[in-house]
């Protein structure tokens, strides 16, 4: 049964950072692509990130594009979202999700087994 954690959130003024950490369990981490969603009030999921289980592939949201970055360890089974120079437009619900789609543009969704809680982000401004 896979598991799907993510920590990090929280308040933070605008141009802030903060890094958000997801830890995945019962699966063979190293030949997953991960990837990052978020919600904002009112609004529908949107992709925000995605890497390739051999990290030659990340593809990102043109508003995060230079502010957000995801990375990988492998041997922590963790993918991580490090957010720079945030904006109150960042402020979500954060979802890791195991075996996204890489491509920005799909309309592909994993199953909700593959889906964290959410990590929230509120960013003031």
């Known amino acids: 049964q896979v598991q799907v954690a993510e920590s990090g959130g929280g308040l933070v003024q605008a141009g802030g950072s903060l890094r958000l950490s997801c830890e995945v369990s019962?699966?063979?981490?190293?030949?997953?692509?991960m990837g990052w969603y978020r919600q904002a009030p009112g609004k529908k999921r949107e992709f925000v990130a995605a890497?390739?289980?051999?990290?030659?592939?990340?593809n990102y949201h043109g508003n995060v594009k230079g502010r957000f970055t995801i990375s990988r360890d492998n041997a922590k089974n963790t993918v991580y979202l490090q957010m720079n120079n945030l904006e109150p437009e960042d402020t979500a619900i954060y979802f890791c999700?195991?075996?996204?789609?890489?491509?920005?543009?799909?309309?592909?969704?994993?199953?909700?087994?593959?889906w964290g809680p959410g990590a929230a982000v509120a960013v003031s401004s």
């Open positions: 019962g699966r063979t981490f190293n030949r997953d692509d």
């Open positions: 890497m390739s289980w051999s990290g030659s592939i990340k």
């Open positions: 999700v195991v075996d996204p789609p890489l491509a920005p543009d799909s309309t592909c969704v994993p199953g909700d087994e593959l």
